[in-house]
Structures are given as C-alpha cells and as structure tokens.
C-alpha cells in the first residue's frame, strides 16, 4: 500500500490550470513579502540616518577647544579696596587681564589690528571664566594664575573640522598658497592674521582640546562656547515637577471615578468621547489656550515653568487617564468583591486594594506622558518659553526655557558652532527620553501581572 | 515664593488638625475604638479637611484678583498724583509722552483716554519698577507709582496670609468641636473623596470647554475686524499690519487659502511616506515575522514615534532639505531649501510608526477563522492578506489613516523648522509653502500686542485647525469602534 | 495488504486498532503511518497510523483535547500555520507524500479543502465567497465560466435557491446554517478530492445540523470526506467509517457499525455509551 503503487493520474483540468498559474503566484507572494521587508528596512534605515546625523553633527559638541593662559590678576585692577567683597569682584574688570596674557603671548603684535586679531581668537566670554575662578577662591587675587579659557568659537570649528577654511572662510589652515581664497577679505570669518595666530598657539601646544563642561554647567549665550543646557535643564524639571505633580493627582483621581464610581450615562459618556478627542488635539491648540486662558486671562508670568506646567499637565491628562483606566480595567472584579465582602466601603476597596494593583499600570502611563510633556515645544512656544534666558532659573516662577524649546532655539541660530550644540542638546534630550522610556518598560515588565 | 509661604502655613495647621482631632476622637470614644462610628484616622482627615479646603480655596481666589485691585490702586494713584495738572512740568511731562509714546503736544494725560497698547505699557512699567527689573533710566515719578503699589501688595499679601490662617483655624477648630463617637467621620470625608475625583474628571470637559471659548472669543474679535469669507476663501496672506496707521501698507492680507493648501500639501506628501511604509511593515510584522524578529523591530519603530519633534524639525533642516536641494541641483531641478517635499519627508517618517501600530492592532484583530478559512482553500498568504484580511480591516486601516492625518495637520514644530514663511499657494513640491500651524507660531512668538488683527489671526487660524482635527478625529474614532464592534 | 489481518498489522508495525470491514488497497485515498503531530514540547498526536478510505465519509471522535482536529488539520497541513506546531510521519494523498519538499501546500489544501468549526464566510458578498477559491487558483478565464462553477457550487451545497437572488449581499448576514453551507459550497467551488469537516456543526441548531448532515451524505458520491464530530449520533448517521481517538491515540478505528455495536476497545465502549466523555 505505500510507494510502489503509482498514484491515479491527475486527470482533473483544474488541476492542471492550477498548476499553470503557480509559478505566477509564488511570485506574486515573494514580491509581496519583499515589498514588507523593503519597508521595515526603508523605516528602520531612516531612524539609523537620524541617529547618524544627530550624533555625527553632535559629538564634537562635548569638547572644547581651550588656549592656555597665564593671567596676572593685579590687586588694583580687580579689588582696590583689598576687602574681597563679592560684590566687587563679581562686577570688576577681567577682561584687561585676559587680552594682557593674549598679547605676551604674542608680543610681535604691536599694531592695532594685530591686537585685535589676537584678541579675537579666545572667546569673549573667558573674562566670565576667570571671575568665577576668582568668586570661588579670592586668594587668587594678586596672583599670577594658570587658566584655560575657552577658544572662540569659528577657531574651535576650525579645529574640530566642522569648517573647511579654505572653502568656507577664506582661511588656509596648512598655508600653502595654492588654495584660493573664496570669500573676499570682508566676509571672512577669519582673518588671515588671526589664521596665523592659531596656527602659531597650534605649534607652541597652546591649545588644547578637553571635554567641555561649560555645555552641562552654562546657561545660554550668544556665544556658542560658552552656551549650555544646564539653564534648560533646569527649566526643564521645573517645568516636569509641575506637569507631574498636578496630572498625576488629577489623571489617577478622575480615572478612578469614571471606572469605579460614574454611572454608565450621557454625562459620562461625553466625558469619555471628550477625553479621547482631546488626546488628538495639536499640540499647539493647548499652547493657544494657555496663552489666551493662563496669560490673557489670569495674568500670570510669561515664559515661567509654572504656566509651562499647567499648559502640559492639560495635554497628558488624556493620556494619563486613558492608561490609567486600562490599568484599572485589568484588576479583576474579584478582588473588589472579596474586599466589599468583608465589609470594607467602596472606597476603602479602592485605595487599599485596587489602587495598589493598578498602580503599576499607572505609573507607566505616567511615565510615558511625562516623557511626551518633556519633548513637546510647540505650545511652550505659545506662551512665552522661548526668550533669551541667560541665568539658570532658580524657581518655577522665573523666566526660564526648556531643553526643546532651546534646541529650537539654536537650530534656529545662525553661527556654526551652535549646529553641534544643537545635535549635542538633542542627544541629552534624547538621552532622557530613553531613560524615562526604559523606566516604563521595566516597571511594566517587572509589575506584570497575569490574571 | 510668598504664596508657598501662605500655603506652607495653612498645610502645617491642617496637619496639627489631623493629629487634634484623631486626640480627640480616642478620647471622646473612652479609650474604646469600637465605640466609635469611624475608625479615628477619618476623624483627623475630616478636621485636616475643613482645615485645609476652605483656606486654600480662598488663597486660590486671592491669587488673580489681588494683583488685579493693587494695579487698580496704582493707576488710580497715578492719575491723582502723578498725571494732575498741578503737578505736571514739562520734563514730566515729555517723560511720560516718551514712556507711553504719546503725542508731544499732549498737555494732560487721562487715563481713561489711553489707547489698550498705551494703557499695557504703563500698567507693565510699573509692575517691573516693583519688581525691580525695569530698564535702567527711569523717572522717579514713576518709582513713586511703583513703591506704592509695592507696599499695596505688600499689605494685601500680609492680609491675605491673616485671612487663609484664621480660616483655616476657624474650620479646623470648628469641624474638632463636632467630633462625637456617632459622627460619620468616614463617610463625610469619603463624600469630600469622591467630590474631589468628580472635580478631576470634569477637567477635561473644562479643557475643551476653554479651548472652544479662548478660541471662538478671540477669532470673533478678528472675524469683526476682518471678514469671514475674506479669510477663509481669501488667496492672498500677508499679515504684516502696520504699527502707526500712517505707514504704507498698512492693511495685512488675511486669506488662508495659501495656509490650508501648504498644510494639506505637506500632510498629503507625509501620507505618502508613511502610509504605504507604515502599512507594509505592519503587514509583514502581523503576518509574516518571526516572532524574535517581531520583538526586536518593533520596539525600534516605536523609537520613532518617541522621538521629540523639534528633533525632527532639526533633521529635516539640516539634512533631510539640503539632500533635496542637491539632488535637485545635480540633476537641473530648482528645489527650495525649505521645500514641501523635505519638510512632508520627514512628517511622514514620524507618522510611520502612528500608521503601523494603528494598523498592526485592526489586522491583529481580524480573526484567526478568516485567515484559516482562506488558507483552507488553499490561498498563499500575500492572497489571503491581499484579498480577505485588508478588505476585512479596511474600514480600521481608514480610522487610523485619518487619525494620522488630523496629526500631520496638527504637527507643528517640523514645519516651523523646515517648511517656509511666506505664504505661496502652489502645489509644486517642490516649492516653499507655509502652514496654519507655522503661521500661529510666527504670528504669537515674540512681542505681540493682544488686540492687533495680527494676533488674532492665529486665533482664527488655531480654531480651523481645532475644527479640521476635531472632524477628522471624531469619524475617525467612530469608524474605528464600529471597526471593533464587529469583531467582537 | 487488502486484508488487514493481526499478523500482517503486526508485520508492518501497525498498531492494533482496526476492526470490522476493511478497506480494500484501491480504495485508500488517505494513507497516514507513525504521524506524531507536537505544539513545542508537549506531543499532541502519538504515533496514529489510520487510512482514509475515498468516497466514504470517515468520522473521527473521541473527548475534548483528544487530537482528532490536530489529527485533521496534520491532513492539509493547516498546522503549518502555526509556528510551534511540528508534524512527523508520513500521510500520503493518492500514494504522494503531502509533507514531501515538493509538495506544494497551495495546491495541497486546493485538493485537500476544509470546512471549519464556526462558520467563517469572509466579510464578502455571497458570490465573491465562492469565487474567492477558483479566482486566486486562476481556474477560470472567462465571468461566465465563474458564474457557473458559483452556481454549480451553490447549488451542490443546498444553498442556491435560497440566496439566489440575493448573490451580492453579504454571506456574513446569512443564518449560521446558510453560512456553514455557504463555507462547504466556497470548498467545493476550487473542486477538491478531500473536504476536510472539523465539527462543522458545533455551532448550529438542530435543523440546520441535519441540513448539513443531508447535504454530507450527499456529497459523499463525488469526495471524499473525513468529519470531526463530537456528536456520537451524527458519526453514526453520516459515517461510513469511524475513528476513536483518545489522548492523542488512535484506540480504535473500523466500520461505524462494528465501532458502534461491537467495539473492541474498552475505552471506545466506554465512550460510545456515554461513561465518559
């Protein structure tokens, strides 16, 4: 009965179309899942071509480019009066001290011009440095002081290759004379002196290239040497501390009425239809309402973290209470029964029962909103987040921008040196975003329960 | 800071309440718990309650209106000492012409006559006089006015800290005199509980409730200035008004013709991006992926939907347009370095992830049987996928597109970033064209007065924006819960 | 082979579970030795060794969890679908391995057709359904002969004249009887040689039930049908020949009528009198 039997011929003419038409749809499958792949692969291409852009603009941001100088810091220049009052070295006069070490390191400089070439070359903000240097130690006052001030920025690109010299400057950095000059001399970022100079300080082992901690600890600047994201940051959590501790309560509390306590009925109803739209309304139209309600309306600051809180505890509130509820909805009713069985109240039942259970879920859904409300930018724009803030904000109240916001902010600048800032600022906020993500995911997997 | 002070104090008093009135529960019940009707932790949150609520709810209503009646005072100082005539000089005089940009030949100055912008101007004068961040070079007169409206909102802070502490004794000393073994302690706080969570869920009807009104109220204000039909079938957008009337082209255009066709062109471009790549990839993740495959791809798409939008923007700007633009170059096209096809490129990568989950959960969702039935007949799977499982998640797969549609209109910061200013009303990809939502950002961003025309247009344009995406989310959340009622 | 005595079972390594009337060799359209079917580690078949004979309804019973749809499905190979799933053994169709490299599983299941335990018409019109099979298997070149193989298909399957005019509604808003009728008519539009039946009437009322059985019984002249039931009556009323499966096992398998008056295995007596079950 097995093979030695021939098998019935086919005689069927179906059968025979059928097997006409197989080669065409085995192709018309491989096509169709390589159509699958290609998209996957097209998708995931893109995220590595992002990544690869941001990190590849950006890493060069965490260093710095720093001229060692030896600064005399005379007595009667900064402190006449010899009492070390903050005060009075806070406001006193660092720059001479800067350009007076510059020039005796390049003591051929004699002309006016030549002296501004060489002034040129460390960033206008080194004399900021050497004060606070000066604030966290006034022993130094009087002595002759071994600093690294912070190279200026279009000579830091240079070195760090961001900008081709001789293309985008006008600048040759190996001097040799056959490559042209392509701007004309007035729109050069460099001169050709101040090329020379770099050149020299390069040779002499001046310059030094180290990690650049003023990015973590600055606020912002004009300057993009001396402009950080700690300002940002710090507005940042200001701003997170307020979304948090007003969506959390409220989103978790009107969670738990709609899915314990609210009768099945119109009212309710609009409310959850409310809470889905809302959860797809632009960002933007919150930033609206924030503007017109908070500002307008309440007269409340502009550009503080407290107004910046509000305005996204409003846009994750749906998200909240959406995740929420779900986290609410997979306790099963039987601990609810077990606990009102043996004569607990309601709410009782809830808090000391239910609420623990759920608390997993929604902590989660927290998390994830908290990580949208630290990425979002639109409606901060909106009221007022996206001023100039140099100082790093000490209370919700104080003017202050968020990491974002601030990345908008320099994209939008036109100097080079703010590029790589701006690549370097998206890695941290990037950075943070994984983080909280993979805090959700833990939390999830750790709390994960099977019913 | 002060405020925290307040709200400090009336904590600690609500706190000394808890512990008072769990004392006095014990005590009152004889030293037998069972005596009494709730347990004496729900005595100490009934008097902590009466202590904490009413205060709070005062200094909550404080807040707005005090700076609001110190600014009143200050004003009406202003005008009696400062802007009298007995007291006017000419230095005063073009001082205060120079600060409130008034006429120079103005003799008196009325308040009641200021224009809102002038009247802005003074009352934020003396508001950073008192806070001490006014420019420097201001006139002493002027510090006068500042100093007492300091000190009235020193007094009024001083009265209101008196207020929310008495209150906030009175309650706690009333609601612990009430204390008795037969006062339903729990369940009046149980009540004050669940009052709270009903309070909490109505915040998102007041949310919306705000932004239709903030939105309606204002965009009527510019709907009375500038015609309905002007700007919404208006082909011309150019909201440069003038800041004196006497300057040339003082009229803004307000057509947003140009706005909604950039707008549509930039989502349409997306949703070519993202729909096909979204769907096919969540085709072969449902249908085809071998599980390890699945958990590893997935959380990697996923990545892109986490990633911040300004992140996006930045892309898009820096590298995604200047692509374009050389690939253009390079083979004789003209492309624009904010052009729409760059800035809808980048939107539609975004969307991908948006468009895969959405459509990986309705092709889950149609059941196994279908799949059995057609392989059963002897269906490849691109057969079974193409011919029963699309058709049966069709109406799905709609939902989620148009869910993902009423976003890319939303998205706002990619095209602040990467897509144009100006408004130009074409449908050449590759062109600039400009959005609603890049036109609500440049038009709010910066210094702004609140009754010119141009701010009021971001209103209008924001209430057509909360329109398109409220119409576009509602069927489209209808469509997909009939979706789901099919199947299950 | 034709007389599957003790020894010769003994000689081929069968087990011993045939009885009664046997199936002459010619007839065997089915023929499956040693098949072990597993879901990851746990073995839901064990080694079951039964023929198929053509043109007779075949039913397999047996208590819940048994294996009998696993078994079924191990037919066509619908348990390639499933990714934990492993079958091992060999079945052959007309004397061809179906588990063979060469085999195509398209044009298998399109000789090998299945009818499913809930109806499962697709969100369709009545006529797409039935077409459904001949268009993907490219069967027909011309809307007539498609036409007619709807009709001829509709009408074998009881169906035509009740949905005749209504060919362009849905087939899912037919009664679950008429949706049942319209899932076999769908599987014999691709005209296979096997139809596959996994408790197709589980999820029907009695009168429709007895519809299907009719319609069995009728289709029994031109296939060849292998019926999963848990219904100890309906094998006894459709069959020709019947399996008892337990726990994976194949306890006994022979006519319905020895299986039914004269089983040889305690445990088939025990279920077919309703001790267990």
Redesign the interface.
Known sequence: ???Q????TQT?P??D??????A??YAAEKRFQSYGIIAIILALSMLVTLFATIIGTGYTAFVQHTVHLDVTLFPQDIDPEGNRDPEVLARADYQSAVNDALYSLFPEATGRSARRDVRALVSSGANFVIRDMVLDNPELVGQRVSVRVPLATEFDQVLKGNIDPAVDLGVIRERSTDIPWTLPPGERLISEGQADYMQQLVRQGEIDASFNRWFFTNGDSRQPELAGIWGAAVGSFFTLLVTLSLSFPIGVAAAVYLEEFAPKNRWTDIIEVNINNLAAVPSIVFGLLGLAVFLQFFGMPRSAPVVGGLVLTLMTLPTIIIASRAALKSVPPSIREAALGVGASKLQCIFHHVLPLAMPGMLTGTIIGMAQALGETAPLLMIGMVAFVVDIPGSPMDPSTVLPVQIYLWSDSPERGFTERTSAAIMCLLGFLIFMNAAAVLLRKRFERKW | MDTLLVIGAIVILALIGFVMGRQRAIARSGGDPRALHSLPNYHGHFVALWAAVPALVLVVLWLPLEPMLAMNAALDYFQANIADPGNMDTIRQSKLALLLSLDQDATTIDLSELRADQYALLQTEIRNMAAGTASAGHAAFMQEVADYYAGYRNISYILMFAAGVGVAGVGAGLAWRRIAPDMRARNRVEWAVTLFMILCSTVAILTTLGIVLSLLFEALRFFSKIPFTEFLFGLHWSPQTAIREDQVGSTGAFGAVPLFAGTLLISFIAMCVAVPIGLLSAIYMAEYA??KVRAVVKPLLEILAGIPTVVYGFFAALTVAPFFRDVGESIGLSVSSESALAAGMVMGIMIIPFVSSLSDDVITAV?Q????????????KS?TVR??IL??ALPGIVGGVLLAVSRAIGETMIVVMAAGLGSNLTANPLEAVTTVTVQIVTLLVGDQEFDSAKTLAAFALGLMLFVMTLCLNIIALHVVRKYREQYD | ?NVQTKDSEQDHGYPDTTVGKPIL?SD?KV?ARDVSVFYGEKQAIKSVSL?VAANEVTAFIGPSGCGKSTFLRAL?R?ND?I?ICRVTGDI?L???DVYDRKV????????V????Q?P?????SIFENVA??P?????VSHKSELEEIVHSSLERAGLLNEVKDRLDTPGTGLSGGQQQRL?IA??IA??PEVI?MDEPCSALDPIATAKIEELIDELRANYTIVIVTHSMQQAARVSQRTAFFHLGNLVEMGDTETIFTNPEHRLTQGYITGRFG
């Open positions: 009965m097995t093979d039997t021939a098998p019935p069927n179906a059968m179309r059928m097997k006409a038409s197989l065409r749809r | 071998h599980s059941p049987s279908m799949r059995e039935g057609s392989y059963g007949l002897g269906a490849t057969e011919r029963v058709p049966a | 082979m060799e065997i023929a023929d066509n619908m679908t990714d052959r007309d004397g061809e195509d599983v398209v044009q298998l299941r399109a000789r057709g299945m009818v499913f809930k499962n018409p697709f969100p369709k459904y099979g268009r993907i298997h490219g069967l899932c769908r599987a691709v005209s596959l």
